[in-house]
Structure formats: structure tokens, C-alpha cells
């Protein structure tokens, strides 16, 4: 008999334990399954956690994009600026409301959108209007807030965070230490809950702001886009009334899942440490691999905790394709993933805005590739990626 091939270590995967299990059965066993106390008890332990006023519960993190540009009220023709390394999502919420895309370009090494490359697409913006500028918090490691924010703001925009990656991560900024998510930068932050990103709820995302009214906004357009008018009014005094200035979305993120949100969010000082533990194994199972092998450059502000283990590989220098390496690594129980194909080479958008040339983002795509990294791997695990890619590469 051939032998069975090795169990696949994916790039990710959740973390879910008994407690957890016991706490959806229990929501399953309350008198609500979707919207019930449990939404604002996970809205605000996440709120308190990342050092945000407000949070906002919804279905996953493209539903917190498309609110995030509903609350800000991004209409067709107006601009956001996206960079392209991304998931599609970034890009899309724009869409969603009728809003075109400007890509910027990222830094090769770290994927992420600089002071620089934003600059170079404010010049493509034209005389329209700008209303939304997108940093994603690439692997974990989060932009360059104060520099991007000052640009944005000189061109009147606000940012909104897309911050899946960065649950957990810290900066500082000068002497002040922030958490992601937090907002102090942006007029909103956006998070998921994927099996993947740190915490799981299945599907699931949230809005974090300062903002009153952006949270207000956020919680209309989630449900349909009802309000109840004042109890004083005419109409209020009616215990059924409800009113739809606009319409909305049923975006909302049911009690059966904010019970494994809050149950995964008491566990998230455990993965963060987890996570980091893991990291720093890589640093050191990796430093014997350079130059063929480098990890994603780290910006000195950012203290991450990384949802991604994105390494740069120099695919010619090592005479193997990236696909050749990926099959190879599979071979060896090794999975591995690309974060991100440049969204601006996507059909859609290349048909929309012709073919752009970002040559950071075409640097990052050529080189990155993701390595396993999720709290459940066991200590010896990322011995045995290091080991595989040594092994592939003839190291
Ligand atoms: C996961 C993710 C999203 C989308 O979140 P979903 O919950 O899958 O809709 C958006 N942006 C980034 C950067 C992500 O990683």
C-alpha cells in the first residue's frame, strides 16, 4: 500500500475549544438567536479591547467595509484610495456604493502603503473627489497611521482602517503606544472574524470608532436602514412604528456567533502571545535561509501580531518557480498560500481603469508567499517548515 500523504499544516486556522462550543449551545438555548444581548456585550468587550469608543457588530469584514463607506455616505463618482495589495473586499466596498478606485502602490518589502506611494496616487485622483483613503494593516505589521492620516486630511479625506490582520498588534508613533483598531487616526477601523484572522466567529466583522455618529449610522445601515423616531413625535408614541429614511442592509452579526466572539476574544491575550511566540521561532528557523528567504520587512513603529507569516523568496536567484515551491512544500505537508494577487490586475478593475504599472506591488506579488501560522501549531511545527523549505530550495 503507497503510503497516505502527510496531514496538510494550512496557513491558517481558527482555534476553537470546548468552552467555546459551550457557549454557542448555550446561545442556542436563549430566547434570541440573532439580535440579543450578546451583539452589544461582544461589541463592547472588542470596543474596551483595541481602545476604541464605539464598535459595531456585522455579518464579516466586507459587510464592515461596505458600512464603513454607508456611514461616511461615499457617493457614485466620488474617490477612495486602495492599495493593491489587498483582499478584494478593500477594493469592492468602494464599488458597492458607486465610488471608483484609485490603487496605490505598496513598499516591496513590507506590502504595505507608505507616505510615498499615497502621494503618488493622490495625483491620480484628478479633479474628483476625494472621500476615503484605505491603509490596510498587511500580515499583522500596521501602516504608517500619522503620515498617511496628514495626507489624507491635506486632501480631505478621512481613513477608514481595514484592520483584519492587526487584532492585537500595537504601534508607537513617537512615545505613544496605540492599539489597532483603535482609530485615533482614522474615522473608522474594520475587522473580521474568519476562521483564518485572529478571532472566529465563522463569518463575522466589526466597525470600531470615536464617532457617535458614524456608530449610529453604522447600527442603521446594518439593519435595513430603520430608525425609531422620537417617543415624543406623533408616530413614536406607536410601539410598532419604525421609519426608512434610506434603505439599508440586514448586515447584522446574530447572538449564536457574538457568543463565540466573546468567548474567542476572552482567548485573545493567549493567541497574541501564541502568535508572537510563533513569529519570533520563525525569525530564528528562517535567519539560516537569507538572502534566498526573508521575512516581510517589519516598519520600527509596529509591535505586530501577525496573521500572515509572509516571506519574500528571491525565485530566481533560487532557480524554482513559486508554483514548483508550493507543490513541493504541499508534498511535504507544508500548505502555503499568496497573499495577495495586485487587486488592479484583476479582470474587473483592469477593464474599468486599464492596465496600471505599481511596480512595489508587482515586486511583492513576485516574491511573497505565506507559511503556516495559527495558534494551534504544535512547537515543532515551524522547525518543520524551515526544514521543508531548506530541503526544496537544496540549502
Ligand atoms: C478577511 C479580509 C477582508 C474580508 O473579510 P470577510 O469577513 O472575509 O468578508 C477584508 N479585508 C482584509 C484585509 C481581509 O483580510
Not at 476615503?132 to 500580515?139: E, G, Q
Not at 481613513?159 to 474615522?187: C, I, K, Q
Not at 513576485?366 to 494551534?376: E, G, K, N, Q
Not at 526544514?387 to 530550495?393: F, R, Y
Request: net charge negative.
Amino acid at each position: 500500500m503507497p503510503k497516505p500523504p502527510p496531514a496538510i499544516l494550512p496557513y491558517g486556522r481558527q482555534t476553537i475549544e470546548d468552552d467555546d462550543i459551550a457557549a454557542v449551545t448555550a446561545a442556542l438555548r436563549a430566547d434570541f438567536l440573532t439580535t440579543g444581548p450578546l451583539v452589544e456585550r461582544f461589541e463592547t468587550a472588542f470596543a474596551e479591547r483595541v481602545g476604541a469608543r464605539h464598535a459595531v457588530a456585522c455579518a464579516n469584514g466586507t459587510a464592515a467595509l461596505h458600512l464603513a463607506m454607508l456611514a461616511l455616505d461615499v457617493q457614485p463618482g466620488e474617490v477612495t484610495i486602495v492599495p493593491s495589495i489587498t483582499f478584494l473586499a478593500t477594493a469592492n466596498c468602494a464599488r458597492y456604493v458607486g465610488a471608483e478606485v484609485v490603487f496605490a502602490d505598496v513598499d516591496p518589502d513590507s506590502g504595505l502603503m507608505t507616505p510615498d506611494t499615497l502621494a503618488d496616487a493622490l495625483k491620480r485622483v484628478g479633479d474628483r473627489r476625494l472621500r476615503a483613503v484605505l491603509p490596510v494593516h498587511l500580515r499583522g505589521d500596521v501602516a504608517d497611521l500619522p503620515g498617511l492620516g496628514a495626507l489624507a486630511a491635506d486632501a480631505g479625506a478621512v481613513m477608514v482602517e481595514d484592520a483584519p490582520h492587526a487584532l492585537g498588534t500595537t504601534m508607537t508613533y513617537g512615545n505613544v503606544t496605540e492599539r489597532a483598531g483603535d482609530a485615533r487616526h482614522s474615522a473608522m477601523a474594520t475587522f473580521s472574524f474568519h476562521p483564518v484572522k485572529t478571532i472566529a466567529t465563522g463569518e463575522g466583522g466589526m466597525v470600531t470608532t470615536n464617532d457617535a455618529g458614524l456608530a449610529e449610522r453604522l447600527r442603521v445601515m446594518r439593519s435595513h436602514g430603520m430608525i425609531r423616531p422620537a417617543e415624543s413625535s406623533e408616530e413614536g408614541a406607536d410601539p410598532w412604528w419604525y421609519e426608512m429614511p434610506e434603505p439599508g442592509f440586514n448586515y447584522r452579526l446574530p447572538d449564536i456567533l457574538c457568543a463565540l466572539g466573546l468567548s474567542q476574544l476572552a482567548k485573545l491575550d493567549r493567541f497574541v502571545a501564541r502568535r508572537r511566540a510563533l513569529a519570533k521561532a520563525y525569525e530564528t528557523a528562517l535567519a539560516p535561509l537569507a538572502p534566498l528567504v526573508r521575512i516581510a520587512a517589519q516598519p520600527p513603529w509596529s509591535d505586530p501580531v501577525l496573521h500572515l507569516m509572509c516571506v519574500l523568496v528571491d525565485f530566481e536567484a533560487a532557480g524554482i518557480t513559486r508554483r514548483q515551491l508550493v507543490e513541493a512544500l504541499r508534498a511535504r505537508g507544508v500548505g502555503s498560500q499568496v497573499h495577495y494577487i495586485p487587486v488592479h490586475r484583476q479582470p474587473y478593475y483592469r477593464a474599468r481603469y486599464g492596465d496600471l504599472h505599481l511596480p512595489g506591488a508587482e515586486a511583492w506579488y513576485a516574491r511573497c508567499l505565506s507559511l503556516p501560522l495559527f495558534p494551534a501549531m504544535a512547537d515543532g511545527d515551524v522547525e518543520r517548515v524551515a526544514e521543508a523549505l531548506k530541503a526544496v530550495l537544496g540549502l
